[in-house]
């Protein structure tokens, strides 16, 4: 099976700075887009951004500019660098990936979330 992995979350001030992390191990044969989520309270889960395997980016509107993805395809990593922080940034930070692994001897392709990271940014 796959698991994802997050780390680096925590409470920071407006305009500062913080690193998220995600890995991905089990018995991987490939990742496909690799992207990151956030959930705030009362509000739906929506995209953040996400990275294909051969490194195109896609953002959304309200982070283009202070968020940058980047992915290490040879350890199955991706990362956000998250800068110029602000209170409306303040969510819990899902790690997704579209993974093609071996389950019982055979390919297959799903669609995998890491287990959530808080991200609080203070006024």
């Known amino acids: 099976q796959v698991q994802l992995v997050e780390s680096g979350g925590g409470l920071v001030q407006a305009g500062g700075s913080l690193r998220l992390s995600c890995a991905a191990s089990g018995t991987i044969f490939s990742i496909e887009l690799m992207g990151w989520y956030r959930q705030a309270p009362g509000r739906q889960r929506e995209l953040v951004a996400s990275v294909t395997s051969d490194g195109s980016t896609n953002y959304a509107g309200s982070v283009k500019g202070r968020f940058t993805i980047s992915r290490d395809n040879a350890v199955n990593t991706v990362s956000l660098q998250m800068n110029s922080l602000i209170p409306e940034d303040t969510a819990v930070y899902f790690c997704?990936?579209?993974?093609?692994?071996?389950?019982?001897?055979?390919?297959?392709?799903?669609?995998?979330w890491g287990q959530g990271t808080q991200v609080t940014v203070s006024s």
């Open positions: 997704n990936a579209d993974v093609t692994a071996f389950i019982d001897l055979s390919p297959r392709r799903g669609n995998y």
